[in-house]
């Protein structure tokens, strides 16, 4: 199964390295650009996520996770920035090492980012207010 679905609404995203060119070393260990199918480039943003609690709660602890981006997501991204992620979606992988281990776990990617705007707070009616209606 591949890009599945996942909903992080719950939780606070929040940059810890702005989003750069994603690349990889190539057989002569230069740096390289990865792209898409398309010849697109990629983008990686690590971020970190932790679970949003009510008031009064302790949130678990959180995680750092990484996250390829499909688009380039433009300026205004750097670190400490809440965001939330456009058409999140998980891949799950198992990779055999050169020296016969096997890694796996789930790769994270994502259209592009956005920026989380906290709920605005409620409005209350003064004296003032009162007076004028």
Same mark, same amino acid.
């Given at each position: 199964m591949r890009d599945l679905p996942v909903v992080l609404d719950g939780y606070k995203l929040t940059v810890v390295e702005p989003p750069a060119p994603k690349t990889r070393q190539d057989a002569n260990g230069a740096e390289v650009p990865v792209t898409d199918r398309d010849g697109v480039t990629q983008f990686v943003v &690590?971020?970190?996520a932790k679970l949003q609690v009510q008031a009064g709660q302790r949130a678990p602890k959180g995680e750092e996770i990484k996250v390829t981006l499909t688009t380039d997501p433009g300026d205004g991204f750097g670190e400490d920035a809440r965001v939330q992620l456009i058409d999140p979606k998980i891949n799950p992988y198992s990779i055999e090492s050169a020296d016969?281990?096997?890694? &796996?776990?789930?790769a994270f990617k994502a259209m592009g980012l956005k920026h989380a705007h906290p709920a605005p707070a409620p409005m209350r009616r003064g004296k003032d207010d009162e007076n004028h209606s």
């Open positions: &690590s971020l970190f016969g281990r096997t890694v &796996s776990g789930i």
